[in-house]
């Protein structure tokens, strides 16, 4: 299909309605990164002012980060599509517009995504890049409040540790492994396209 083809007005419209969609995931994005901030910082207060709160419920937090962070890395992945309608947009149609040669297949790959939607980020690359970015911080300042609660305790942390039958020392290696997990899938975190 080729340019002559294709109504300018309605590629015009395409351009616009795709930079707004693009704006709008942006925004969802943040929404999203500062609920996960704000339950955080509540749940993390209230387990470190009272003496009374067992430390166990530092792990409250650390799901709903988790589920944020998965949630975000849905709407990345929208981005991302959207991302790439655009570039397929500026670079055929405005380049083409301003003066440069088309660039092959562009009319067609823009069309398969609308007719085809699929991210050119998949779901675990989305959220290692939404990890790398911003929840590698906040699952850390989690575990440090988590080690800070149990210090406080007056007991051994390793001895702190423990829930219920579970002792300390597997509940901490657990905590251990998950954010070397978590800090592993952030290091992994490709870098996107620009734009």
Known sequence: MGLEKLDRSTLIHL???ELQRMTTYRIRLDTTSNWAL????AVTTFTLGKESVPHVLMALPFVLTTVFALLEARRMQDLELIR???????QGFLATALGHAEPARWAEQ??????????PLGLFDALAVR???NYIWLFATLYAAW??????????VLVAAGVGPAPGWLVAAS???????????AAR???LLPG
């Open 15 to 17: 351009y616009r309605g």
């Open 38 to 41: 704000g339950a955080t910082v």
């Open 84 to 90: 790439y309608r655009v570039r397929l947009l500026e």
């Open 110 to 119: 823009l069309s398969d995504s609308l007719m085809n939607p699929r991210s």
């Open 131 to 133: 990890i790398q970015r």
């Open 147 to 156: 080690w800070l609660k149990l210090s406080l305790s007056g007991a051994p």
């Open 175 to 185: 905590a251990s492994l998950l954010l070397l997990l978590v800090t592993l899938m």
């Open 189 to 191: 975190a490709r870098p």
